[in-house]
């Protein structure tokens, strides 16, 4: 890695800061000023500024159990964003992966391993994500199975040329559904009920594949374990 790179990914410094940093003479590699920001940095080296030793983070992982009113998005709305609960360095490295609305609760996923989020997203590996929906009308009897049918085949949503992929659907209680997505287009839970003239009051989401969010608290966030990284 050029050490211009190693000090934007270690330090709040710009590539342009960096260099500058470099020139005055601020950056020492295994004990050598190094004003040259193409001198390459191995795993074995120590690089400081200003006297203080710089070390790579590595990718993160995170779960976050988000509230109502938070925004999974990079730039900043009138909505405080999803890594602004988050207390790591480096937070405008992090993306989530996909994302609820923003008064959509429950389970998101942060990282800055694109190829990992990538793994979580892509409908092709068929991760489930389950929901729990409150619905404004009951949903029983003959209007249920005609429901649970028409989600299994897929539903063709408004504005789409093909219909969704098959969702599971299971009434928790007459106004309470789980479903289960395997995909993620935009609105699709509450646009799904639409199509079948139902309307969705409430949304959360529970767990995304084999993570669920537990006893998580509304807000709080936490890395997420090697093992729990690697079930994807």
């Known amino acids: 890695m050029r050490l211009d790179r190693f000090l934007c990914e270690t330090t709040e410094l710009t590539r342009s800061l960096a260099k500058k940093a470099m ?3 601020e950056v020492s590699v295994d004990g050598e000023v190094i004003k ?5 940095v191995g795993e074995t080296s120590r690089v400081t500024w200003n006297g203080e030793p710089l070390a790579l983070v590595g990718h993160r992982y995170v779960m976050l159990h988000k509230p109502e009113g938070v925004e999974c998005t990079a730039r900043r709305t009138l909505y405080p964003r999803a890594i602004d609960l988050l207390d790591l360095p480096h937070l405008e490295r992090l993306q989530t992966v996909g994302r609820l609305d923003v008064d959509t609760t429950g389970l998101v996923l942060l990282t800055d391993d694109g ?9 092709k590996r068929r991760c489930g994500k389950v929901y729990r929906v409150t619905l404004a009308e009951p949903l029983e009897g003959e209007a249920l199975s005609r429901a649970i049918d028409a989600f299994a085949e897929g539903v063709l949503l408004d504005g789409e040329e093909k219909p969704t992929r098959p969702a599971e659907l299971v009434m928790r209680e007459p106004d309470v559904a789980e479903l289960t997505l395997f995909e993620g287009k935009y609105h699709q839970v509450k646009r799904m009920f639409a199509a079948i003239g139902n309307h ?5 989401r529970e767990s995304i594949g084999p993570l669920a969010l537990g006893d998580l608290p509304e807000g ?4 997420l374990t090697e093992e729990e990284i690697a079930a994807f």
Do not use: I
Not at 115 to 123: F, G, I, N, Y
């Open 200 to 204: 969705v009051t409430a949304l959360h």
């Open 36 to 40: 040259n920001p193409a001198t390459q």
């Open 115 to 123: 190829q990992w989020s990538h793994r979580v997203t892509s409908p």
């Open 220 to 223: 709080a966030w936490r890395e």
């Open 23 to 25: 020139h005055r003479g």
